[in-house]
């Protein structure tokens, strides 16, 4: 459609500058609008989007794009021209996008690809040329995916190659040269991964590695090289994974378990060494559990132990000596659980429960003593329910109390006392399940009501009264039933 002729008057009548000619009053204000609108648009590139199509003209639509490229996505197709799509494009390469495919043009979309490769997705097939490809690939060369295949030249991908390695992706099998892929290899070694397997070679193989270890992974077994695995997991020890068990030398193992010890089990165990599990227990104690039992050794054990106390849980009971097993306690007080008990002595207790009460738990009961339980209870009063009941003392058991009274649980009836059952009551009402039915005095099981309702269930019934009823009742009306 073409602009109606009010329009066009219209727009004659707004660019003249004839102080002498009077206008209708209509067509006068027809001009206000015109001249308000434009200058709206001007400013807003939406704008145009909104001028009553009566009013727009496609002077008014190349003002608009003239200002704001973008502004072309508001202008009705019927509008659009030529010169229309080539100032948008100038002033604003992205606003190819909504040129008519039928607008577009080299002239259009050269400069566009040009300023952005990404303009290249919207080039007509019948308009894209080899210059217009190679300006956007060089451009942007992630834009090669955009080229067609007839169009994707040599040249073309060399540029899109040497910028991204990765983009040897959207090359062609049939396109694929040597040199191609050389270059996209020295620009990123992973770009590997999509070279065709016919045209990998020991030179291509060893540039990528080179280029980037982790691409080791990519190179097919039969081009590995020794020379070629030491130089990968000299950088990555991870990639002896990828290594062919034929090749993994006690050089390129050692290499990689230096690095760091996990490096082990991508080692056979017939190709390990105690060479190699001494080092990986050096570099890291945590794999002293993947050492073959036959090349598991005192040294080795001792290593991974003046590391970590706890690694004496994975040491073979035949190799545990009373020096190993106090290097480990004295690293980790934990260690003492898998300390043989014949290899226990009450110093080596004595030095756990110090340090960590609840280690009385796996203290022979021959070795413990007043003193142990003592001490191990004041460094953590969950120790009590390790003590012997022989053992306990009142003043031992309310010392764990104090600190918590859910303690009382462990302590003889004959140890109890009323004012121990009021602390552990005050603590927590429940407590009162573990109260003797002698002690139960109406104080204590007041005071347990209180603090917790659901204690009113252990109350004997003639202790129950009105007044503990009350303290019941507010928080759970179901205490009636």
């Known amino acids: 459609m073409g602009e ?6 219209l727009t004659v009548v707004a660019c003249c500058n004839l102080p002498t000619f009077t206008l209708p009053p209509r067509i006068e204000k027809d001009v206000f609008e015109v001249r308000k609108w434009t200058e709206t648009i001007i400013k807003n590139k939406k704008a145009i989007s909104l001028v009553p199509k009566i009013l727009l003209t496609k002077q008014m639509c190349l003002t608009a794009v003239s200002s704001n490229g973008l502004a072309l996505k508001y202008v009705p197709d019927e509008l659009k021209t030529y010169d229309i799509c080539s100032t948008a494009v100038s002033n604003n390469e992205t606003a190819l996008h909504y040129v008519p495919n039928k607008l577009k043009t080299r002239e259009i979309c050269l400069p566009a690809v040009s300023k952005n490769g990404w303009m290249l997705q919207y080039v007509p097939y019948e308009v894209n040329t080899i210059e ?23 040249e073309i991908c060399m540029a899109g190659v040497t910028q991204n390695g990765y983009m040897l992706e959207d090359v062609p099998d049939e396109s694929n040269t040597f040199e191609i892929c050389m270059a996209a290899i020295l620009q990123n070694g992973m770009a590997l991964q999509h070279v065709p397997d016919r045209l990998k070679t020991l030179d291509l193989c060893m540039a990528a590695v080179e280029q980037d270890e982790q691409s080791f992974h990519h190179v097919p077994d039969w081009l590995k090289t020794s020379e070629m695995c030491l130089l990968a997991v000299s950088h990555c020890e991870r990639l002896l994974q990828f290594v062919p068990n034929q090749l993994k030398t006690p050089e390129i193992c050692l290499t990689a378990i230096l690095q760091h010890g996990w490096a082990i089990k991508h080692i056979p165990d017939e190709l390990k060494t105690p060479e190699m599990c001494l080092a990986a227990v050096t570099q890291n104690a945590y794999t002293l559990p ?18 970590h106390g706890w690694a004496i849980k994975h040491v073979p009971d035949e190799l ?31 030095d756990a429960v110090s340090v960590g009460g609840c280690m009385l738990k796996h ?8 003193e142990m339980c003592r001490v191990a209870v004041s460094r953590n009063e969950i120790a009590l329910k390790f003590v012997p009941d022989k053992l306990k003392t009142y003043d031992l058991c309310m010392d764990a109390v104090s600190v918590s009274g859910c303690m009382l649980k462990y302590v003889p009836d004959e140890l109890k006392t009323s004012e121990m059952c009021l602390v552990a009551v005050s603590y927590d009402g429940l407590l009162l399940e573990y109260v003797p039915l002698e002690m139960n005095m109406y104080g204590i099981c007041l005071t347990a009501v209180i603090e917790n309702h659901h204690a009113l269930q252990y109350v004997p ?21």
């Open 363 to 370: 203290v022979p009961d021959e070795l413990k003593t007043p």
């Open 4 to 9: 109606s002729l009010v329009s066009r008057a």
């Open 132 to 154: 217009i490809c190679m300006a956007a690939v060089s451009r942007n060369p992630v834009t090669l995916q955009y080229v067609p295949d007839c169009l994707k030249t040599p």
């Open 320 to 350: 545990k000596d009373q020096q190993m097993c106090r290097v480990a306690v004295s690293k980790n007080e934990t260690a003492l659980e898998f300390v043989p008990d014949k290899l226990k002595t009450y110093d080596l207790c004595m």
């Open 461 to 481: 019934d003639e202790l129950k009264t009105p007044e503990m009823y009350l303290f019941a009742i507010p928080q759970n009306e179901l205490m009636f039933d």
């Open 290 to 307: 993947i050492v073959p039992h036959w090349l598991v050794t005192s040294k080795i054990c001792m290593e991974a132990i003046l590391q």
